[in-house]
């Protein structure tokens, strides 16, 4: 028989075959180290085959599941400086929250508007509640009921950040919405 015939006939039986593995070793052995482990847990638990590898494949509905509830744990939208429109960044976020709104409509949520500390705080407590309405205004849009929003705006009474630095002021100027 030639070399390239066997070697083909190889490389056909090879993928056929099984390879099977057992521990020589129970828990109560010797680990490593050398010393006696009286421990019951074992690397590969049912005893001594390792299960798990490869994971269930996720249909598309359920990935954009999946995304839309890692996208509801952002619950801040930023706004720019003295501006109250929803900006289209936030578009993904928002989605998310109104999908959920929409398929859970016993579910209330909050919806707080924030500014940071510049300007009067009359001034402030009016641009927070633009804010949060603005954002109630986008979640209505995508069929979300205002029964199941309330606004509130804090203005400039709840910074994240103190810093009085452009980031600082960047950060506190928010809506947030609360379930």
Same mark, same amino acid.
Request: proline share 5%.
């Given at each position: 028989m030639d070399l390239n015939k066997l070697f083909k006939a190889m490389m056909v039986a090879v993928p056929l075959m099984a390879l099977g593995a057992c521990s020589s070793t129970s828990d109560s052995e010797t680990d490593a180290s050398g010393s006696t482990s009286g421990s019951s847990s074992s690397q590969y638990g049912n005893g001594g085959i390792e299960t798990g590898g490869a994971g269930a494949v996720l249909s598309? $509905? /359920?990935q954009q599941r999946l995304k839309e509830? /890692? +996208?509801r744990r952002q619950n801040i939208i930023y706004f720019d400086f003295d501006r109250s429109e929803v900006q289209t960044e936030n578009a993904e976020i928002l989605l998310a929250h109104g999908n959920y709104l929409v398929e859970n409509p016993n579910v209330r949520v909050l919806i707080e508007g924030h500014a940071d500390e510049r300007g009067t705080p009359e %001034?402030?407590? $009016?641009l927070g509640e633009r804010r949060a309405k603005a954002i109630a205004k986008y979640l209505q849009g995508m069929g979300v009921q205002p029964s199941q929003m =309330? &606004? &509130? =705006? %804090?203005g400039e009474e709840k910074p +994240?950040?103190?810093s009085r630095s452009d980031s600082g002021f960047a950060k506190n100027r928010r809506g !947030? +919405? !609360?379930y």
């Open positions: 598309p $509905a /359920e509830q /890692e +996208l %001034y402030n407590i $009016a =309330s &606004v &509130v =705006s %804090y +994240l950040d103190f !947030v +919405l !609360v």
